[in-house]
């Protein structure tokens, strides 16, 4: 027995959540109880006999993997959808107007909005376009995969506006996984602390240079003046220039601290205090904080606060779906809960383990004269195992080489990828280690390929 939650995007074909394995399921064969009502507390249908059972079955090649069911989507939001209403995500204004939880979240998002001076009602323009604007949902999850919080997004409509009138540039550069990295090494050697902030509603403290208007919001319009409209005085989330903008203001901000913004990582910032010094890097939104100082990190996030409406998270510890654990013996690095929800939407949970990434001595080539696989799904699976690298550099070269055969992938190609999720399987407690060591040394590896001769 399941809910009906919606239908697939890929095929004719409903997607289920499933009661008994908690999980969104894809099924093409369903009894719907029409004149049934869902009962979330008793976790029952009221109004009709419960005889209706989900016929789960393969429908196509794009949900399909050796004959089973893809489970789950493409978003975190549906994984995480269950028999908690808390947990649901609405799809717009109307269904969410229905949920206090949902409407406290919209309230203190416009909270932030009228609190930043984002905008100034004014008359409609006669020459000039106004560009719509729409909630987005969103339920933030912890590591353990508990809810965080109910997130409501304010966004415009961003695709309506048009380059040269509405934006010029969009570029807002983030940090590199490699810089991420080689920041915890640091730490780790240096035995420093790093701490995370977090801007809350970044975007909107991006100053605009252009005219741009908005039309109030369904269900939180001014009676008394509904015909006017919103110019906006800086960023929304949804405008083109709105990651841009952001990036600008922040990094001045930082300049008039006295950091200094690294040449070759612009996301980067170092500042020099009598011999002490005082790193932060930038990934959008999120701020990263490690020094050798304890009171220059504490003058840090008071200034920012300060400036800013801000979170402070403590200690490192979640960050871009990575695990991060602080401890005496250094840092440690993983991916353990992605991987997981890897195997699972690869219905690859209950796979046998496998030693090694690849078979050792394998040759793969773009025509090996085996039949065609779904490149829609092996891209995805190549696509995350390419995230998955940054915390595990023994799967990169098999990554790398199965990404190669992306475009026109054979099962032969297929079932070498599913190998490395065997790996993972029997890998889950891997971690990468950063230690503090005797001496600064710099080490590189090679021949990754586990013994093999890759002769082009």
């Known amino acids: ?192 602390h790093i701490f995370q902030l977090d801007v809350k509603s970044a975007f909107l403290n991006g100053v605009l240079n252009e005219e741009i208007y908005v039309e109030q919001l369904d269900g939180f319009e001014n009676k008394i003046t509904s015909n006017k409209v919103y110019l906006l005085k800086k960023a ?38 009598d011999k002490h010094t005082l790193i932060v890097s930038v990934y959008v939104d999120d701020l990263l904080i490690a020094g050798d100082k304890k009171q220059l990190v504490e003058e840090f996030k008071t200034n920012m606060k300060d400036k800013f409406e801000m979170n402070e998270l403590g200690l490192l510890s979640y960050f871009l779906g990575m695990e991060v654990t602080q401890s005496e013996q250094g840092y440690f690095l993983c991916q353990k809960r992605f991987t997981m929800k890897l195997l699972n939407k690869f219905v690859m949970e209950n796979c046998k383990p496998v030693s090694t990434p690849m078979v050792l001595g394998q040759k793969l080539m773009k025509e090996d004269g085996a039949p065609k696989t779904n490149g829609k799904t092996y891209r995805s699976l190549v696509g995350s195992l390419l995230y998955l690298i940054a915390t595990r550099p023994d799967i990169v070269f098999a990554v790398n080489y199965l990404s190669r055969f992306m475009q026109s992938p054979s099962q032969i190609h297929f079932v070498a990828a599913k190998r490395v999720l065997r790996y993972l399987k029997g890998t889950l407690e891997f971690v990468m280690h950063f230690v503090k060591s005797s001496f600064v040394k710099l080490i590189g590896f090679s021949d990754s390929d586990w013994a093999g001769s890759d002769e082009k």
């Open 1 to 192: 027995m399941g809910i009906l939650i919606g239908y697939s995007t890929k095929s004719k074909a409903y997607k289920i959540y499933d009661l008994k394995s908690n999980k969104v399921v894809i099924a093409r064969n369903v009894k719907v109880a029409e004149n049934g009502i869902w009962n979330w507390e008793a976790a029952s249908i009221e109004g009709t006999k419960q005889e209706y059972q989900i016929e789960l079955d393969a429908i196509e090649d794009d949900d399909t993997i050796d004959d089973k069911p893809v489970r789950g989507t493409r978003s975190l939001a549906d994984i995480y959808s269950g028999c908690n209403v808390a947990k649901a995500k609405p799809i717009d204004f109307k269904e969410a107007i229905n949920s206090q939880v949902w409407i406290a979240a919209m309230k203190e998002e416009l909270t932030m909005i009228e609190k930043n001076e984002t905008w100034i009602l004014v008359d409609r323009p006669v020459h000039k376009k106004v560009v719509g604007v729409k909630w987005i949902f969103k339920t933030k999850l912890n590591a353990d995969g508990s809810i965080n919080k109910h997130k409501a997004r304010l966004v415009v409509n961003g695709y309506s506006q048009e380059p040269g009138i509405d934006f010029t540039d969009t570029f807002a550069p983030v940090s590199r996984l490699d810089t991420i990295k080689l920041l915890l090494a640091l730490a780790a050697q240096n035995g420093w």
């Open 236 to 273: 929304l989330y949804g405008l083109k220039q709105a990651p841009r903008a952001w990036y600008i203001r922040l990094d001045r901000y930082l300049l008039s601290l006295g950091f200094e913004r690294s040449m070759n990582e612009v996301t980067l910032y170092v500042k020099n205090v």
